[in-house]
């Protein structure tokens, strides 16, 4: 039987990247991966392959609809649905593969098959043969990840009625689409198929979108995907969805409580993650989860039974793959005797439509919930020659700060590229950095770059030089 110093079940973002801090940090470790591939929902069915046709449709939006300004004349242009699928397909690959390098290159054994708990510190892993084997494991992280969640009323048969997962692999560009759920995962696919021709409908419980996010991006979020041609129904409860052999057909309730129906070829259901646990045997381990079904972690994400931790979606907080990694290496650092450190309040969210939206620290309406002063600056995109020059004037740059310390709180933009710039206000939240820090420091010009800049001075004393 093979034995084990540490050993990971779920190799995604969180998962692969505790096994390697684990391997350099000197352990021997294992990694156990259900599936025939490494890399998780992330790199196989979510965050890789989605931003991959994200990338392609922008592609195709942008030459079908702004090309000719740029005098780029795009006579005879056309869609291939299929090459497309098949690039996504080739950078899926490329990403997984180089996760099995990255495994071979720390010496991490990786077993394939459904790995369950037969006691605390032995694990039988079951291949799809139906082979099984049993290893040891003197510590062990739990990074199974999560699974696309329902509501009431909606059984997802994986034909008409879709999760991220098949949207990810339709046959063909749909008509229409009807989304539920207004989140970072609707939208995200809802923009894909938007640019590609398909008419989409996004159906909203709440009152607003991305509701994670400052109330700001919602807002300008909104304007600017209803200017591309998404449609939006707010305050909208789903009551059921029906599908027929070529059709779907969804009925609601607005906020008036008056029943509203929809019809689409396709119907995404984005409400949501749930972690996913199932056929750990966890009880043979000593574990529950909770009412959520979490897995219960102390301070340090070990769990109830000593040895055993968990990280990322199974865990409480947001479902990120970033914040999985940073998990992950926590974890491998404190199994080592390290003293590592995490801020949850300092993980960026992202939204990777176009203009993209991202967000760190507090949110205004979070402040505001708990009474606390704040002063603010914001800067527009349209005031910059950047994105003048670029045809990318939707958006803006908002910084939150103690109005006594000038210590920043929140940093939260929307607009092209903010899914990069949003580590300068990581950085600057880390380092506890002032207004004044950031209005003082030399932005190159002409960036987007200068939105942060000249937001920053906004909040120091209203004093913008470009607005």
Known sequence: MSKFDATVIGSGPGGYVAAIRCAQLGMKTAIIERY???????????????????D???????????????????????LNWPSMLARKDEVVSQTCTGVE???????????????????????????????????ESEKVIIATGSKPSSIPGVEIDKQRIITSTEALKLKEVPKSLLVIGGGIIGLELGSVYSRLGSEVQVVEYLDCLIPSMDGSLSKEMLRTLKKQGIKFFLSHAVQE????????????????????????????????????????????????????????????????????????????GAMLAHKAEEEG??????????????????????????????GVGYTEEELISEERDYKSGSFPFRALGRA???????????????????????????????????????????????????????????????????????????????L
């Open 101 to 135: 390098y990255l495994m071979k290159k720390n010496e991490i054994e990786v077993f394939h098959g459904n790995g369950a708990f037969l006691s605390s510190q032995s694990i039988q892993i079951t291949r799809d043969d139906g082979t099984q084997i049993q290893i």
């Open 329 to 358: 290496v926590f974890v491998a650092e404190t199994m080592a005797g390290e003293k590592p450190h995490m801020n949850y309040r300092n993980i960026p969210s992202v939204l990777y439509t176009w203009p993209e939206a991202a």
């Open 241 to 316: 969805v029906k599908s027929s052999q070529n059709k779907v057909l969804i009925s609601a309730l607005n906020k008036k409580e008056e029943k509203v129906e929809f019809e689409a070829d396709y119907c995404l259901v984005a409400v949501g993650r749930h972690p996913y646990t199932e056929g750990l045997n966890l009880e043979a381990a000593g574990l529950k989860v909770d009412e959520r079904g979490r897995v219960p972690v102390d301070e340090n994400l070990q769990t109830t039974v000593q040895g055993i931790y968990a990280i990322g979606d199974v865990v409480k």
């Open 388 to 466: 003048r020059a670029a045809m990318e004037t939707d958006g803006l740059v908002k910084i939150l700060a103690d109005p006594v310390t000038d210590e920043i709180l929140g940093i939260h933009m929307m607009g092209a590229r903010v899914a990069d710039l949003i580590a300068e206000a990581v950085v600057a939240l880390e380092f506890r950095a002032s207004t004044e820090d950031l209005a003082r420091i030399s932005h190159a010009h002409p960036t987007f770059a200068e939105a942060v800049k000249e937001a920053a001075l906004d909040a120091t004393a209203k004093r913008p030089l470009h």
């Open 56 to 78: 392609s449709s922008e592609h195709y939006h942008n030459a079908l609809k702004h090309f000719g300004k740029h005098g780029i004349e795009t006579d005879g242009l056309s």
């Open 36 to 54: 025939p591939t490494l890399g998780g929902t992330c790199l196989n069915v979510g965050c890789i392959p989605s931003k991959a046709l994200l």
